[in-house]
C-alpha cells in the first residue's frame, strides 16, 4: 500500500463516517472499512477505477468534483480525505472549504512541489520539472495547481484551520535525511490533517 | 429443477426453456384502497436453485410492459425470442443463475396470467375490466412478500428492478427492511415529474378515445381497444429511446415514398414505421386496463409521501446496501432522478454505490448489454454472491 495511505490510516479514528474524494481504485477506502471499521463513501469520475471499487466492495459515488460538494450537508461527515488530488481540482481553496464544511476534520495529501528535485530541475535546466512523483510534461499534467508546503501552510494559516497533525514523505536519502527539518525542501509529498478553527 | 429442460441449452448462458409457474395465493390481500383479495391468482418463473438456507433468492421487479418471463425460452423454436432481461439473468450473467435463484412474478394488475384487470371477477363472473381496484406500489410489495412466504423466502439476498421496477425495489426496502439484504435501482426515480405524467395522461386519452375502449368493458362487448393501445405505446415508447440512438438508427430515412419532383407518392420516414410496427405489436399482447391501471399507480407513486415527503426520513428505515444506476441519455428517469435517491441515501447514512452508465440506449439502457452496465453489476452480484456464501460457511 502506498506509504501516505498508511500514514493517513493511522490518523482516521475508528468506525469514522468517512469520505474519500477523488477515491482512485478504492484502496484506501477499502483498508480502512476493514481496519478501522469506517463507514462512507468513496467519490469518483473515472469509470475504471469505479468499476474497480465495486469490486473491492466500496460504496463508491460516481461524481464529477468541480467546485463544490453541494450535495452533500454541514458536517455529514467525520473525516473527508483527498489524497493527491487538490493539485488537479480548479478551485482547491473552494474544495478545501467544502471539505471542512461537510466533515470535522480533513486530511489532504499532495505532491510537494518546493522540493529541491522539482527546483533544481527548473532552475538548471530551465524547464518545467518531471520527477518520479511528478511524472507528466507541463501539457498534459491533469495537476493545474501545484504548491509547496508552505504554501499549503499558509493558506491554511489565512483560512484559520487548525493542523491536528503533519507529516511528510520522501524516497530519495537526502530528502529523507532532511525532510523533518526542511521540510518545504526536501519533502515529496505532505500530508496534513486539519480541522476547523475553535 | 423440473421447471427447466436442457433442451435449448446449446448456448450455455442461457438458463434454457422454462415453464411458467403458478399459486393461487389464499391469504387475504388488503389493498391500499381499502379493498380486499381473499384469493389471487400469480403467475412467476423461477431460475436457478434455491440453496438450503433459502438465502440466495433474488426478486426481479418487472417495469410497465414487463412480465414473468424474463430469461430463456418457452419452447424449442430457434424463432422464439428470450425472455425480456435475459441479457442480465443466466448461467454466468450479472444476475447469475448458478449463484442465485431468482424469482419473476408477473404483477397483481397485470395482463400475463396474474389477477388483473382482464381477469374474472369472482363476484360477477364477468372481467374486472375497468373495475378492478386502483392499485399502489405497495399493493405490489405485499403481494410479492406473499409470493415469498409461499416459496419460503425469508430474506431476498437481492431485490432488483429498472424503471418501475427499482420503485417497487424501493418501496419493498422501506416495507420490509429486515427482508431484504441488497436493493438495486436502475433507471428510477422516487416519483414522477409533471412531464412524465404528461405523457402518461396522453397514453392514457388515446387508450379511453379509441371506440372499442366501450368504456373499458371491451372484453364483455367482444372488442379490443387495439388502435388506442398501440398509439399509448407509441407515445411511451419514443421516451425510452435517445435523440441521438433515433439519430443513429434511423436518421431522415424513408420507409416509402420519395421527395422527387414529380413524385407524389407519400412518404413515411423508418422512424414512423419503427414506432407503428411497435405499437401494434405491443396492442396484440397487452391489455389496455392494465396499461390504464399501470400508468395510474405510477403517476400517483411518491416514495416519501407518508415520510413527511422527505426522502431521507424514508430511507432511514431501511437496513439494506443500495446499488443505483442511470443512464447518460435517459430522459424519462434522467440520471439527476437517480442522484436524488443517492443524495437522499447518503444523507440517511446508508450504504450506496452510484454509477451513470454512458449509452444512447436511453431509458432503454437498462435492458441494454453495454459493457460498463454489464461490467459493475456484475461485480456489485458476485460480492452478494459472496455474502451469502460466507453465511452459509460461518453458519455451519
Known amino acids: 500500500m502506498r506509504v501516505d495511505f498508511e500514514i493517513v490510516k493511522s490518523w482516521v479514528p475508528e468506525g469514522a463516517h468517512v469520505l474519500d474524494l477523488a477515491c482512485g481504485d478504492g484502496t484506501l477506502m477499502s483498508s480502512l472499512m476493514k481496519d478501522c471499521k469506517v463507514t462512507g463513501y468513496g467519490l469518483e469520475n473515472d469509470e475504471q477505477s469505479i468499476s474497480e471499487c465495486i469490486q473491492k466492495g466500496v460504496s463508491v459515488i460516481e461524481k464529477e468534483l468541480v467546485r463544490d460538494l453541494d450535495s452533500f450537508q454541514d458536517n455529514a461527515f467525520d473525516l473527508v480525505i483527498m489524497t493527491q488530488a487538490i493539485q488537479v481540482m480548479k478551485y482547491p481553496d473552494v474544495i478545501l472549504d467544502e471539505?471542512?464544511?461537510?466533515?470535522?476534520?480533513?486530511?489532504?495529501?499532495?505532491?510537494?512541489?518546493?522540493?529541491?528535485?522539482?527546483?533544481?530541475?527548473?532552475?538548471?535546466?530551465?524547464?518545467?520539472?518531471?520527477?518520479?512523483?511528478?511524472?507528466?510534461?507541463?501539457?498534459?499534467?491533469?495537476?493545474?495547481?501545484?504548491?509547496?508546503?508552505?504554501?499549503?501552510?499558509?493558506?491554511?494559516?489565512?483560512?484559520?484551520?487548525?493542523?491536528?497533525?503533519?507529516?511528510?514523505?520522501?524516497?530519495?536519502?537526502?530528502?529523507?535525511?532532511?525532510?523533518?527539518i526542511r521540510p518545504n525542501l526536501f519533502a515529496e509529498t505532505a500530508i496534513y490533517h486539519l480541522t476547523k478553527a475553535g | 429443477m423440473t421447471n427447466q429442460s436442457s433442451q435449448r441449452s446449446d448456448d450455455k448462458t442461457s438458463v434454457g426453456v422454462v415453464i411458467p409457474q403458478s399459486v393461487d395465493i389464499k391469504d387475504p390481500l388488503k389493498l391500499a384502497c381499502g379493498q380486499v383479495f381473499n384469493q389471487y391468482h400469480l403467475v412467476y418463473e423461477t431460475y436457478g436453485v434455491l440453496n438450503t438456507d433459502k438465502t440466495n433468492a433474488i426478486l426481479i421487479c418487472h417495469a410497465l410492459s414487463g412480465h414473468h418471463h424474463a430469461a430463456g425460452f418457452h419452447t424449442d423454436n430457434p424463432q422464439e425470442k428470450p425472455g425480456w432481461w435475459d441479457s442480465c439473468i443466466g448461467p454466468g450473467k450479472p444476475i447469475d443463475t448458478n449463484k442465485f435463484f431468482v424469482v419473476v412474478p408477473n404483477n397483481i394488475g397485470g395482463c400475463h396470467g396474474t389477477t388483473g384487470p382482464s381477469s374474472i371477477n369472482p363476484e360477477t363472473n364477468k372481467a374486472w375490466g375497468p373495475d378492478f381496484p386502483p392499485l399502489r406500489f405497495r399493493d405490489w410489495v405485499d403481494s410479492q412478500a406473499q409470493l415469498a412466504d409461499h416459496l419460503g423466502i425469508q430474506v431476498w439476498a437481492a431485490i432488483i428492478g429498472g424503471s418501475l421496477g427499482g420503485m417497487q425495489a424501493?418501496?419493498?426496502?422501506?416495507?420490509?427492511?429486515?427482508?431484504?439484504?441488497?436493493?438495486?435501482?436502475?433507471?428510477?426515480?422516487?416519483?414522477?415529474?409533471?412531464?412524465n405524467?404528461?405523457?402518461?395522461?396522453?397514453?392514457?386519452?388515446?387508450?379511453?378515445?379509441?371506440?372499442?375502449?366501450?368504456g373499458g368493458r371491451y372484453l364483455d362487448e367482444e372488442k379490443k381497444p387495439v388502435k388506442g393501445l398501440a398509439l399509448a405505446r407509441m407515445i411511451g415508447h419514443v421516451t425510452y429511446l435517445s435523440q441521438s440512438q433515433l439519430e443513429d438508427r434511423f436518421g431522415r430515412d424513408l420507409r416509402e415514398g420519395s421527395f422527387e419532383r414529380g413524385n407524389n407518392n407519400p412518404v413515411q420516414f423508418e422512424i414512423e414505421s419503427y414506432l407503428n410496427y411497435k405499437g401494434d405489436q405491443f396492442a396484440e399482447t397487452f391489455d389496455a386496463n392494465t396499461y390504464l391501471v399501470i400508468t395510474r399507480m405510477l403517476d400517483v407513486f411518491d416514495l416519501a409521501r407518508e415520510y413527511n415527503h422527505d426522502p431521507v426520513v424514508?430511507?432511514?428505515?431501511?437496513?439494506?446496501?443500495?446499488?443505483?444506476?442511470?443512464?447518460?441519455?435517459?430522459?424519462?428517469?434522467?440520471?439527476?432522478?437517480?442522484?436524488?435517491?443517492?443524495?437522499?441515501?447518503?444523507?440517511?447514512?446508508?450504504?450506496?454505490?452510484?454509477?451513470?452508465?454512458?449509452?444512447d440506449r436511453g431509458h432503454d439502457g437498462f435492458l441494454s448489454n453495454t459493457p460498463r452496465y454489464i461490467k459493475d453489476l456484475t461485480s456489485y452480484l458476485t460480492n452478494v454472491a459472496n455474502e451469502v456464501n460466507e453465511e452459509l460457511s460461518g453458519a455451519s
Open chain 1, 99 to 180: 471539505m471542512l464544511r461537510v466533515g470535522r476534520q480533513c486530511i489532504v495529501t499532495f505532491p510537494n512541489f518546493g522540493n529541491l528535485g522539482a527546483r533544481a530541475h527548473l532552475a538548471l535546466r530551465g524547464k518545467m520539472p518531471v520527477t518520479k512523483n511528478l511524472p507528466y510534461q507541463w501539457f498534459d499534467t491533469p495537476n493545474i495547481h501545484f504548491c509547496t508546503v508552505a504554501d499549503f501552510r499558509a493558506l491554511c494559516k489565512t483560512k484559520g484551520y487548525h493542523f491536528l497533525n503533519e507529516a511528510t514523505l520522501a524516497e530519495q536519502t537526502i530528502n529523507k535525511l532532511f525532510k523533518d
Open chain 2, 170 to 195: 424501493m418501496r419493498w426496502s422501506l416495507e420490509y427492511p429486515d427482508r431484504v439484504k441488497h436493493c438495486l435501482v436502475i433507471a428510477s426515480a422516487m416519483n414522477l415529474t409533471p412531464q
Open chain 2, 314 to 359: 424514508a430511507f432511514s428505515n431501511a437496513t439494506c446496501k443500495y446499488f443505483v444506476a442511470s443512464f447518460s441519455t435517459d430522459w424519462r428517469f434522467a440520471p439527476d432522478r437517480s442522484k436524488e435517491i443517492v443524495n437522499a441515501l447518503v444523507a440517511a447514512k446508508k450504504e450506496v454505490t452510484y454509477v451513470n452508465i454512458e449509452t
Open chain 2, 197 to 214: 405524467i404528461a405523457f402518461n395522461e396522453m397514453a392514457r386519452q388515446a387508450i379511453i378515445s379509441d371506440p372499442n375502449f366501450c
